[in-house]
């Protein structure tokens, strides 16, 4: 079976959704931000602030291929700025994986960003995190399938509507 890998920004609702993903069709799920905290012993968020973005990135890359080879996540709950590196994408594509951009609007992402307990370095501010979101959309568009998420959506019509177009 491809890899999934579920892409889209901050507070989308990746983890979320990939979970259930991997639940029902009974395969492992791996966040690759869990994993590479696991594997560092720093979040991404630590790594970003002490080491900077880049050397997160190289982080994360390296992560991604570890994961993709090691050929055990059925599906891939990406960090939000995984896929805006072309080098991933690549990956990504070599692999063989479907990518899903969950698009939900920004207005949801930010209230979700700032009411979480977790620290996002890239997302401090409602600006900051409007001007990152509106950068990556052309990106995110690259993905496989797109799912557009509504503001009421539930986690039950988004796995639906993912399950039918990966059934196609
Ligand atoms: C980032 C998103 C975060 C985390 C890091 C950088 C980004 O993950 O990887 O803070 O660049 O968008 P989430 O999308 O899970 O918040």
Not at 45 to 66: C, H, K, Q, V
Not at 89 to 99: A, E, G, H, T, Y
Request: aromatic share 6%; net charge negative; hydrophobic share 40%.
């Amino acid at each position: 079976m491809r890899p999934i890998v579920i892409t889209g920004f901050m507070g989308c609702g990746k983890s979320k959704v990939a979970q259930e993903l991997a639940q029902r069709r009974n395969v492992a799920m791996v966040d690759l931000d869990e994993w590479i905290t696991a594997r560092v012993g720093r979040s991404p968020a630590e790594l970003i602030t002490e080491d900077g973005e880049a050397a997160f990135r190289e982080i994360e890359s390296n992560a991604l291929r570890e994961l993709l080879q090691a050929n055990e996540a059925g599906v891939i709950a990406l960090g939000g700025g995984a896929w805006i590196e072309k080098q991933n994408r690549d990956l990504i594509d070599q692999f063989s994986c479907i990518s899903v951009w969950l698009d939900t609007p920004f207005a949801i992402c930010w209230e979700r960003i700032a009411a979480s307990e977790e620290d996002r370095p890239l997302g401090r501010t409602r600006d900051q995190a409007q001007t990152l979101y509106q950068f990556r959309r052309p990106i995110y568009q690259l993905a496989s399938i797109h799912i557009q998420m509504s503001d009421d959506e539930t986690l039950d019509s988004v796995l639906a509507r993912i399950e039918s177009v990966l059934s196609m």
